[in-house]
């Protein structure tokens, strides 16, 4: 069945940076568009970014726009989210999905989730 990990989560200052790694299983990882999102206490689920699976195209939330870098690697099944200039509002659960749609920035779109990795930025 399909299984999506994260990895990579932690606390970190402000300023600093973050790796996050989702482990994709079960299904062909080449043929789905991949996205991370984040869902802070009390906040509903958002979209950070996404990268698709047909031309490698990428997309941001405005919020995170250079700073964070969504890329995959077909080869080994896995999508890296870095986050660099770490902020405190960058506090959340940081989930990835796995979807064969076109919209990338609804969770609605997804199928697939992985069970999130903590991401604490102090200030």
């Known amino acids: 069945q399909v299984q999506l990990a994260e990895s990579g989560g932690g606390l970190v200052q402000a300023g600093g940076s973050l790796r996050l790694t989702c482990a994709a299983s079960?299904?062909?990882?080449?043929?789905?568009?991949m996205g991370w999102f984040r869902q802070a206490p009390g906040k509903e689920r958002e979209f950070v970014a996404a990268?698709?699976?047909?031309?490698?195209?990428?997309y941001y939330a405005e919020s995170v726009k250079g700073r964070f870098t969504i890329s995959r690697d077909n080869a080994k099944s896995t999508v890296n989210l870095q986050m660099n200039s770490l902020e405190p509002e960058d506090t959340a659960v940081y989930y990835c999905?796995?979807?064969?749609?076109?919209?990338?920035?609804?969770?609605?779109?997804?199928?697939?989730w992985g069970q999130g990795t903590q991401v604490t930025v102090s200030s």
């Open positions: 999905a796995a979807t064969m749609l076109k919209v990338l920035v609804s969770t609605t779109s997804y199928g697939y």
């Open positions: 079960g299904y062909t990882f080449s043929s789905y568009s």
């Open positions: 990268i698709r699976w047909s031309d490698g195209s990428t």
